[in-house]
């Protein structure tokens, strides 16, 4: 379980009980069964792009504002960056690409 999923999960759930809507009603809406639902709100599916954008619509919120926070992506993107080339060498190697197309 990625800890982005159990936090988006639990986004969608607390919007979910506020609108007074059931984990039943949400997959019906969904088209998937309810323990599927259930499972994607306590994080152990990944969340698609597509069912995100339509959980959204159907709790009546944007889909940015049920992905994580800054607090949480700070220490993520952090060990990423970490992990992957730095800017400078990004841009050279971005440079090199476009002269090969010409």
């Known amino acids: ?6 936090v988006v999960g ?3 759930k607390q919007k979910r009980k506020q609108l007074k809507i059931t984990g039943i009603e949400m997959g019906r809406r969904l088209g998937i069964s309810q323990q599927h639902y259930s499972r994607l709100e306590n994080g152990h599916l990944k969340i698609t792009v597509d069912q995100l954008i339509a959980i959204a619509l159907i ?3 944007s889909p940015q504002s049920l992905l994580v926070s800054p607090e949480i992506m700070s220490p993520m993107l952090t060990a990423w960056a970490e992990t992957t080339l730095s800017s400078n060498e990004i841009i050279v190697l971005r440079n090199k690409k476009r002269r090969n197309l010409r």
């Open 59 to 61: 709790l009546g919120i």
């Open 10 to 12: 639990q986004r969608i």
């Open 1 to 6: 379980m990625s800890s982005i999923n159990i």
